[in-house]
């Protein structure tokens, strides 16, 4: 089966702009990652769904950050206002039940690249 | 939150052995995984150990795991160009929710 898709691959984006990003998990999985990776930086959390369980939002950075899951599948993580120091890339990853309940599955990442 | 740390380069020539190390600070993290990231893609799982296991092989990886010390260790034998990547240490207590190391650059010298 097709793997954690993530659109667009690569945006570039004025500072002050919108941003949304595009996660489609794995069919199936009931838990969804965002992570962000700076250079040079491991990897940052920031949010987590979980089924129909309120996500844990702990790691977003700020209020211009949020993010949705639809459907309990596609998840959109949407960045307001822009700001340079948000370039980054942003990864999603997947976990799924049964015996692969420990393993997440990521995405290829969404660069973004704020001018 | 969990501190995980790892040295951020390491060099090895083509054929060595890479061991590539990880302290963290959680003594109660029941899980904990070996990810690698090669340029430009997303974070690949090479394997995970329990916290009941002191070791676990995988072909040419070795995982280690010393719970007094917190440190657990990733030996890759015989190592390939194609082994050139970030490898990431992450752990986690439940199995829900992941923190990762800042990876280690992985360089093979032909």
């Known amino acids: 089966g097709a793997g954690v898709s993530q659109s667009p691959s690569n945006k570039v984006t004025e500072k002050g702009k919108d941003v949304e990003l595009r996660c489609d998990p794995i069919?199936?999985?009931?838990?969804l990652y965002w992570y962000r990776q700076s250079l040079g930086q491991g990897l940052e959390f920031l949010i987590y769904?979980?089924?129909?369980?309120?996500?844990?939002k702990s790691g977003l950075p700020s209020d211009r950050f949020s993010a949705e899951r639809t459907g309990g599948s596609v998840s959109t993580l949407t960045i307001q206002r822009t700001q340079q120091e948000d370039s980054a890339v942003y990864l999603c990853?997947?976990?799924?039940?049964?015996?692969?309940?420990?393993?997440?599955?990521f995405g290829p990442g969404t660069r973004l690249t704020v001018t | 939150g969990e501190d995980v740390e790892q040295s951020l380069f390491l060099s090895v020539r083509e054929g060595d052995s890479s061991v590539i190390n990880c302290t963290y600070t959680?003594?109660?993290?029941?899980?904990l995984y070996w990810y690698k990231q090669e340029p430009g893609a997303g974070l690949q799982l090479l394997t995970y150990?329990?916290?009941?296991?002191d070791m676990k092989q995988d072909q040419r990886l070795t995982v280690l795991l010393n719970k007094k010390d917190k440190h657990l260790s990733l030996r890759i034998a015989d190592t390939q160009t194609g082994d050139s990547a970030i490898y990431f240490c992450?752990?986690?207590?439940?199995?829900?929710?992941?923190?990762f190391g800042t990876g280690t650059s992985l360089t093979v010298i032909p």
């Open positions: 990853a997947s976990k799924g039940t049964a015996e692969k309940i420990y393993e997440q599955y």
């Open positions: 150990i329990f916290s009941n296991m």
């Open positions: 769904f979980q089924g129909n369980s309120a996500p844990d």
């Open positions: 992450a752990e986690s207590l439940t199995g829900n929710q992941f923190y």
């Open positions: 959680d003594s109660s993290s029941t899980y």
């Open positions: 069919s199936g999985h009931t838990a």
